[in-house]
């Protein structure tokens, strides 16, 4: 069997699979591609029952803020970035670094949250709970499309409770949590983008799932220039 990488050149996919299929005579070939996406996966699942993108591109050419989760853009998806910074400035979108990582990325963005390594959720269980307690829910929408709101929202007050404990859990400084949280509250469409600091991590589907949450519980999905977005880890 072969187990080859998810950033072959398409020559090095065809030459591998050549050699195993044609010369060895087996269908045994494998890429890490199958497991990049695997949390992803199994948060949609949890959220929507079936593996759906409730997003497209065209999205971060309409949205006012875009935040990238665990994602070096400039480097691993460059032409997505060079489209995302062609419309930023066009339109002034807002962007917000979620990563422990001083990128290339994290330096273009307006906000850089540095937070500790798998304090994900923390974050952002304590923005469901900013959002809940300053009545920026979509209440009318959650009465139609969501069920167990109230029973996550009990468990994001056990995860953070305050806005000062979230910033304690997770490194990082009140004041830049609290900017967070508004321009997220104040902002109607807004795109998260995710990637392998998410993805590719023990409570991967947990940190999905918190970040889904957010946009159905204030219905910031499944119009344009909003909702939460999976970049693959693998582009080759």
Known sequence: AFYVSGQFLTEDYYAANKLMKGFIGSGNIDTNS??????????HVRAFGEDVVPGCYDDLEEADLVIQVGSNMAWCHPVLYQRMMAAREKRGTKVITI??????????????????????VVLWSGLLVHLADHNHLDREWIDRH??????????ARKAAPTIAFTAAAASLRIEDVRSFYEMFASTERVVTLYSQGVNQSSSGTDKVNAILNCHLATARIGRPGMGPFSLTGQPN
């Open 34 to 43: 199958r497991l990049c996406m695997s949390s992803s996966v199994a948060g």
């Open 99 to 120: 990563d422990p990582r001083r990128t290339a990325t994290a330096q273009t963005a307006d906000l850089h949250l540095a937070l500790a390594p798998g304090a994900d």
């Open 146 to 155: 969501v069920t167990g709101l109230e029973e996550t929202l009990e468990a």
